[in-house]
């Protein structure tokens, strides 16, 4: 099936700096969603993107739908000590159902306060 | 707005042994999805439901696993018998469209 690969597969920060993190695949997108996991928690949607080159914020985060549509990226500014967690990247491939999501094994985040 | 509600959140079993799975989706959002979320993996896709129609369960395995919606609001996913690969995170989702879907918080089960 359809692969998402995540980079860093963790990455270890001080409070303050900022993050970056993306996701490739082999196949073309129509979408990308960025999600973050809690412990113990289900994944929480953080942003979601529909178009190629689509540059979309929500607060400190911000995000990009590669133009390519295969790969996208996150990034976090001034981390805080609630970043931490396992975030995400997933989509529907290109000729597949909108619904049916691929997700890509997650980056952990850790933020040393 | 009230989330996704799932129970139990944890369950450990012995292998063989069946075990269910409870899920209420968000009030007026007719489509319910359940996942499996391996360690180390993001979810997967079992069985997706629109009101009480299971519109594609081909990732279920139909030998060991079934689910219901009979009314089309509350779901329950069982696994009969459980075996140790069956270890993981069960995750039910629901949407009001296809754009979005919200994670309850999941059950762990761990079948020893």
């Known amino acids: 099936g359809q692969q998402l690969n995540q980079s860093p597969q963790s990455m270890f920060i001080q409070e303050g700096e900022d993050v970056s993190m993306n996701c490739t695949s082999s196949s073309i997108f129509n979408t990308w969603l960025w999600y973050k996991q809690d412990p113990g928690e289900g994944p929480v949607l953080l942003i979601a993107l529909y178009k190629a080159g689509e540059l979309t914020s929500n607060g400190r985060l911000t995000a990009q739908f590669g133009i390519t549509r295969k790969d996208s990226f996150l990034n976090i500014s001034a981390s805080i000590p609630s970043d931490v967690g396992i975030y995400f990247c997933?989509?529907?491939?290109?000729?597949?159902?909108?619904?049916?999501?691929?997700f890509g094994k997650g980056t952990l985040l850790t933020v040393n306060p | 707005e009230a989330g996704v509600v799932q129970s139990p959140r944890y369950k450990i079993i012995e292998k063989k042994q069946p075990v269910a799975f409870w899920c209420n989706p968000i009030s007026g959002h007719n489509t319910l999805y359940w996942y499996r979320q391996n360690l180390g993996q993001g979810p997967e896709l079992l069985i997706r439901y629109e009101n009480e129609e299971a519109v594609d369960d081909s990732q279920l395995p139909k030998d060991r696993f079934s689910a219901e919606r009979l009314k089309g609001v509350d779901s329950t996913l069982k696994i009969q018998p459980a075996e140790l690969g069956d270890s993981a995170v069960y995750l039910c989702a629901s949407s009001p469209d296809v754009n979005e879907q919200f994670f309850g918080p999941g059950t762990r089960l761990t079948v020893l």
């Open positions: 997933a989509g529907p491939p290109s000729g597949g159902s909108n619904y049916k999501l691929t």
